[in-house]
């Protein structure tokens, strides 16, 4: 297994690097299969997210001002000093506004003309690849769209809601934001999602020796968990953790209908780079 793998294992599960190499190899290096095997093996109750991203840039949204709409891009770079360059936001901004103004979520449809030629145009310019990697557009049929956008322009959110207004909206996209829920509600929870969980759980009862009814109960107590701790609706708001966010947002006559969540470069995995073994070819080159 190559030391990049180990590494990212180990600091996504905190286990030793013997074990990491271990389930590394009976996986055949694939790390979330890994991780899989070992919250069977270990009790491991989580793992953290791969941390590893292979875009910069930012978010960002625009709502229309009675809330009827909105949306939320990702424009990506290279680099973290070319997401900062006012150039790139301003080519930022000409795509959120496009998106906006056409509703528009088709990347390709929204490039073709104006706006693939300003793209290329600050390739040019900057040096560097940029590209509009995703568009999400919320309307509100019965409600309200509000939204929020963290200070560093790395993680932009958008809720609807039915009822409500877009002061509170705004507060649930901050929860979003900060607590990184799945899903609304349990009952949105993929079936394979609740599935897997099932399967890891069930391991882990059986691994200790308790009859069948009491490991019943506690697979049950455990899913009930996890889908408490992951549904948007169930969770302690960051703001008032005395109050659930369903609680929070019922008791002001309103209902969280969807809500999406964009964090810049997540899902993309970065090539790792051995810089000692590139110089050491150039050098035999």
Known sequence: MSAALVKELRERTGLGLLECKKALASADGDVEKAIEELRKSSGMKAAKKAGRTAADGVVATRIAEDGSYGVVVEVNSETDFVARDENFLGFVRKVVDAAFEGRQTDVAALMAGELESARESLVQKIGENIGVRRIRLITADAGVVGGYVHGNNRIAVLVELKGGDQ???????????????????????????????????????QDSGKPAEIIEKMIGGRIKKFLAENSLVEQAFVKDPDVTVGKLVSGAGAQVLSFARFEVGEGIARDQVDFAAEVAAQLKG
Do not use: G
């Open 167 to 205: 002061d509170l909206a705004k507060d649930v996209a901050m929860h979003v934001a900060a607590v990184n829920p799945q899903v609304v509600s349990p009952d949105d929870m993929p079936a394979e999602v609740i599935e897997k969980e099932r399967e890891i759980y069930t391991v882990q009862a």
